[in-house]
Each structure stands twice: as C-alpha cells, then as structure tokens.
C-alpha cells in the first residue's frame, strides 16, 4: 500500500499494488468497450473489470433493440462476444442495480464505478391525443419484437392504416417489421409468439412522418435501402415533400451520406411515375408511405374518445437555413394507430445525480457530479446514459475514451475499496440468493439458442442461425445448468 489519507469516511491512497477494481453498470457496446478499451489503454497500474447487467443476457439494445432482420448490426454482437471471450472481464447477468447491488456496495468492493445503462424507454411526445389506446411508443414495440424478457407477449396489429412519427433508424426499423410479411420474419431469431403476432397483422398502409426535408433525413443509407427489399411492399413517395432550401442544396452536395439518400428517394420516385404510367400492378399487399415535412398536432380519437381514428399534421416549410416552420395547413390521415419514434430516453439510478430534461446522468466528460457540480470520487458515466440517445458505435467508443481517460487520471486518488478481492462480490451476490448469470452461462444460452435453431430449420426447412430465448427465467435456469 502506498501514502493513505482518509476523506468522508472513505480511505484514499496515492497507489496500490493490487490491481483497480472497477464496475460498469451495464452490459451493453457502450459498457463492454468502454471495458476493453480500459484493458487496453496505456497505463501504469493493472485493472480488474466485472460487468453487471441486469437481464441475463450481455449486449443491451443490440440483442433487445435492433430490429431482427438487421443482419450487419446484429454482427456488432460478434465483436463485443470477441472482448468478453478473451475472459480478462467478468459478466454478472441477471443482478439489478438499486436492488441487488447498491451505491454503497459497488464503493466496499470496487474503486470505481462506470454507470453504462443507456437509455431504453421512449422520448414523450407532447401532443393531445398521445394517451389514447393505439397510440404506442416504439420501444414498447421493438421490446416485443425483440423478445424482450419484461415484455408481454400480446401486442396490438389489428390496425390497417398506421402513422409512424419520426425520421431516424428506429422509424424505419419498426415500419419495415410492421409492412413485412410474418413468412419474411421467420428466418430471424423471433420466437413463435412474434411470428404469430406478425401473422396476424392487418396492417395495409404504414405511414412515415418526418417534420423536415429529405436532406435533412436521420435514415443512414443502409437502412433507407433496406425499406425496398421486400416484394410485398411497394414504397409511395409524395412530390410535394421533395423541397430543397440553399442549405439543404448544400448539405446533399456536400454530404456523400444524404447525397445518396436523396438519391435513392429520386430512384424510387422515377421508378414510380413509370409504374403509374404503364398501369404496372407490382402484386404487394403493402404500402410504406414516406411523409417529409409534415409535424404530428394532434392524435385524433374514435367517436368513444378512447382509441385512435386518425393524425392531425401540419405542413412544414423549409427556411432557407435547413430549418423549418410551419405553414398553417394542416391534413388529417385516418389511421387506427400511432407509433412514436422520436428517441429513447434514459431512467434515473438510485444515488446518482440524473436530468430529467436530458435524461443522462449529470457529468462533466464523463465524472459524475453532484449537487455542487463537483466531481464525485469514482463515479464515471459513458454511453448514451452520458450522451443521450444520439451517435453509432463510433461515438460510443469516442466517448468511452473520454471517460477512461479521466479514470486513468484520477486513479492515485480514487477511494479504495474496503474489499477488493475478486470473489467477495460473488461471496455477496451468493449471500442474497442472487442468481447471477456468467459468461460461461450465455456459451450455455447462445449454445442453446443456436440449437433451436437448427431444429427448427431441420423441421420446417427453413434457415435460422437461432431462436431467441425469451423467458426470464428459463435464460436464468439455461444459464446456471452446472451452478
């Protein structure tokens, strides 16, 4: 041990020769890279890293938050399954921040605490009408599709026309699920409750609103494209969406990304003009409407005032700058559901200072402060918890190197855990009952996932890598087989 002082109740020291004992909350990309980037950066003492999640299955939003028929993001899974394979981070699967674990006992058994935990429920939309039943959240939706553990497995697809509010990747994510067939679905990973839930969807005509230009889309490429690969869909594009102010002229020049994204909505328009002059009948049985300029006012209910009947949306215009506002016509779409995605929103940790604004946990480059704004000792935060909801996995890793950077920096003078020792934490865990999933537990739910798989496929003559495991409870027992 080196030079000690004591501070609140806490002992700090200079150095140590053990190595840093360091938490993260959170077992998705931004608390797995911010694990291994830790592991990898120059620095001149060693760390012990344990990840805590609390479902029973590592990788967050990409196993419950992207759509299953999104192959390359799905691949981002291999990557984080590389880093947690190497077995330098230990996994703790199925332990509750606030209730299994709390502040006080990630300070006895750690000298520094990550909190990960993103953000995974949906940004309010502040319309009249947005608490009618019919009116969704899309991550509500994208829960039950992905099969999330806390989600129930009964959702709503009686309506036939549907408003989906929002231009980012979620949007596009739940419209393309919602216009699909079940039969296109069923080479995914869905569990059989999806499938017949999709089965039975009445959904015709899938509206999509964004309140600005297309060059002002929050689409990427691939996910735009991937609108148009399904032969029961015919996408319809509207003319009189299609303005460019100066600045929007510049950014579609200028921006290799919306420049081929405006391109592909031209592609797209042309190929449509062609059907409509030759009468040409494409044979699909849905449509995707795309909508820009257009901002939700109102949610419109049925005569019983109690579920959707349709939209009220207000005609934008552009501004010269890329901005927009509004035009004072508005235009009423009958539709018997709204889904809304306009973001996620992250949700307060017991003990940790948290905007209710932003929704992200109060920081300073990724120190947590406290009620001074001054940085609390061995409180760090990365991901969109730190963020928000914004940025692909390359701001996910950036801001993590932010945060470690400062770890690195302040680790002379981080608090010492009173119990550092690797298997005190299990000691505990085991002590509460808890039961915690491992690493070597998922290899046992991935095994068994992947098996699924195969026997549907040898059943059904249908390819599938896997079928997702949705009970909490039987990933726990899956899992925990030789505990």
């Avoid at 058994?109 to 039943?133: C, K, M, R, W």
């Avoid at 939209?311 to 927009?324: A, F, S, Y």
């Amino acid at each position: 041990m080196g030079e000690t002082t004591q501070t609140e109740g806490w002992l700090v020291t200079a150095s140590d020769n053990r190595p840093l004992r360091v938490a993260i909350i959170g077992g998705g990309p931004a608390g797995i890279y911010t694990a291994d980037l830790l592991t990898k950066a120059e620095r001149d003492f060693e760390v012990s890293i344990d990840i805590f999640d609390r479902y029973p299955a590592p990788f967050g939003l990409i196993r419950y938050g992207v759509a299953p028929d999104h192959p390359r993001i799905k691949g981002i899974i291999k990557a984080l399954y590389r880093v947690m394979d190497r077995g330098d981070i230990r996994f703790f699967g199925h332990v509750d921040y606030g209730t299994d674990l709390t502040l006080a006992d990630l300070h006895r058994y750690y000298d520094a605490v990550v909190f990960s935990t993103g953000a995974v429920h949906d940004a309010t939309l502040n319309i009249a009408g947005a608490e009618l039943e019919g009116s969704f959240g899309a991550a509500e939706f994208v829960n039950w599709y992905d099969a999330h553990p806390h989600t129930p497995h009964e959702w709503d697809l009686s309506a036939e026309s549907i408003a989906v509010i929002g231009n980012g990747n979620v949007a596009l994510d739940i419209s393309r699920v919602l216009a699909k067939s079940a039969d296109e679905m069923l080479t995914t990973e869905i569990p059989d409750y999806v499938y017949q839930g999709l089965k039975n969807s009445r959904a015709k005509d899938i509206h999509i609103f964004g309140r600005r230009g297309p060059a002002q889309m929050k689409f990427t490429p691939l996910e735009l494209r991937e609108l148009a690969h399904s032969p029961n869909v015919d996408i319809v594009l509207y003319p009189d969406d299609f303005e460019f102010d100066e600045a929007s002229e510049q950014v579609a020049q200028s921006n290799n990304q919306i420049k081929n994204m405006v391109g592909t909505l031209s592609n797209w328009m042309l190929e449509q003009e062609e059907r409509e002059e030759s009468g040409e009948d494409t044979g699909a049985t849905r449509r995707l409407h795309l909508h820009f300029l257009q901002a939700p006012q109102r949610i419109l209910s049925d005569e019983s005032g109690t579920h959707v009947a349709g939209i009220r949306m207000q005609r934008m215009e552009l501004t010269g700058d890329g901005n927009v506002q509004g035009t004072g016509e508005f235009i009423d779409y009958p539709v018997q559901a709204v889904y809304r995605a306009i973001g996620y929103f992250g949700s307060p940790l017991v003990g940790v200072r948290f905007n209710d604004k932003t929704g992200t946990i109060v920081h300073r480059e990724g120190r947590v402060l406290d009620e001074k704004d001054q940085p609390v000792v061995g409180l760090y935060t990365s991901g969109w918890i730190k963020r928000g909801p914004v940025g692909l996995i390359g701001h996910t890793k950036g801001d993590a190197l932010e945060t470690i950077g400062h770890i690195i920096e302040d680790e002379p003078h981080l608090y010492t855990a009173e119990q550092p020792d690797e298997h005190a934490i299990i000691d505990l865990l085991e002590s509460r009952g808890i039961r915690y999933t491992d690493w070597e537990g998922w290899h046992r739910l991935d095994a068994h996932e992947v098996k699924l798989g195969e026997e549907f496929s040898q059943t059904a003559g249908i390819s599938r890598e896997r079928v997702k495991v949705f009970s909490n409870e039987e990933m726990v027992s899956i899992s925990r087989q030789h505990k």
